[in-house]
């Protein structure tokens, strides 16, 4: 998704939105599969998965004040490439 959106090469503030929308909505869906199956095969209570979505959001607002705010659009671009190239790569070196 981040991929795709990066090379789309939207404006920042699109690109941002649309890469954030569709994490949450991965999160989402991840936190309600842990919910519905929590008393199955994993333990994890509602009040921890309030923390986790508590953290996901201070960890979107505080980089969105400290960081988003204080870039123009080619850095933006240059920090998103970089980002990508070390996941990349990152996901190569554990797959292996």
Known sequence: ???LVHHKAYPKD???VTVASAYATFALVQ???LFLFSGQQIEI???DEAIYAVIAS???VMTDDMLYL???QSKYQH???VFLGLSGM???AKSS
Do not use: E, H
């Open 58 to 60: 201070l960890v979107f």
């Open 79 to 81: 920090l998103f490439s």
């Open 14 to 16: 699109t690109a941002r």
């Open 1 to 3: 998704m981040t991929a």
């Open 45 to 47: 209570t509602l009040y």
């Open 90 to 92: 990152l996901l190569i």
């Open 70 to 72: 204080n870039i123009d």
């Open 31 to 33: 936190l309600l599969t």
